[in-house]
């Protein structure tokens, strides 16, 4: 393995090792610490190679749909950040074929490096699909409850304001509890914190030299404040440390 490539591989293990997920974080910081040791190199020498693959920054868009949630932007754009990336809303015009006229459709987007989008997009599927299903299993107790209590099923628009809420609070704790277990691991690694700090700087530079940003985001919905509650409290229970496969890879989520 020549020089560059040494270099160029302890840039991408040092990206991961600024990722929330604890698991993967820890073996990617173990690992490039190998290296540097092994080569002979310092920070500065890494953070040089990694200015030069400031080109391979690029974007992905999810899947579109008529109408995207607060939580759900919340939760990616936010997961985005956490891995060094830059979320953010795309909205598009189609005509559709049932009424001929144009629907909007609504898709999330992610800009940073390969690495970092892959393995942050592996970690929003399985956490939106974590706080859905708290969601299905604490509807299925609200609706046992109201049914015993007022002797009524729940409408329409109070099981929806109760998805609202309780995913908001879900969501919240989730991301609240991935930003202190980063932190608390990039205080402890000050040769990490820098290389993160570059990486994301990179990130941010190409997102002000190719995109137009504009200000669009999901309306504000009326939620049930105590459907956010009882998210909030189960949030804590979903782990952040499972199995994800993705591009050939384990990794490993807390």
């Known amino acids: 393995m020549n020089i560059e490539n040494v270099k160029e591989k302890i840039t991408k293990l040092l990206a991961l090792a600024g990722s929330p997920v604890e698991a993967e974080a820890a073996l990617a910081a173990a690992k490039a610490q190998e290296l540097l040791d092994k080569y002979n ?16 920054i690029g974007k992905k868009v999810t899947t579109e749909k008529s109408e995207l949630q607060e939580y759900d932007i919340k939760l990616f754009c936010r997961l985005a950040d956490l891995f060094d990336s830059f979320g953010y809303i795309n909205n598009n015009w189609i005509l559709s074929d049932r009424t001929g006229k144009q629907e909007k459709r609504q898709s999330l987007g992610v ?13 929003y599927e399985y956490l939106m699909g974590a706080v859905l299903r708290l969601y299905k299993e604490e509807l299925k107790k609200e609706k046992t409850r109201q049914k015993e209590e007022y002797g009524h099923k729940m409408t329409w628009n109070e099981t929806w304001k109760f998805r609202l809420g309780f995913c908001d609070g879900c969501v919240c704790r989730v991301l609240e509890r991935m930003k202190q277990e ?28 190719n995109m137009k940003m504009g200000k669009s985001k999901a309306r504000g919905r009326t939620k049930d404040w105590g459907a956010r509650k009882k998210g909030y409290e189960r949030g804590s229970e979903i782990g952040l440390h499972k199995a994800v496969k993705g591009g050939g890879d384990k990794r490993q989520l807390n």
């Open 41 to 56: 190199l310092s920070m500065a020498d890494v953070e040089t190679a990694d200015r030069k693959t400031e080109d391979k």
């Open 182 to 209: 980063r932190e608390t691991r990039l205080q402890a690694d000050v040769k990490c914190t820098a290389l993160v700090r570059v990486r994301k700087a990179n990130v941010t530079k190409w997102v002000g030299d």
């Open 111 to 123: 800009i940073g490096h390969k690495g970092d989008m892959e393995v942050m997009l592996y970690t």
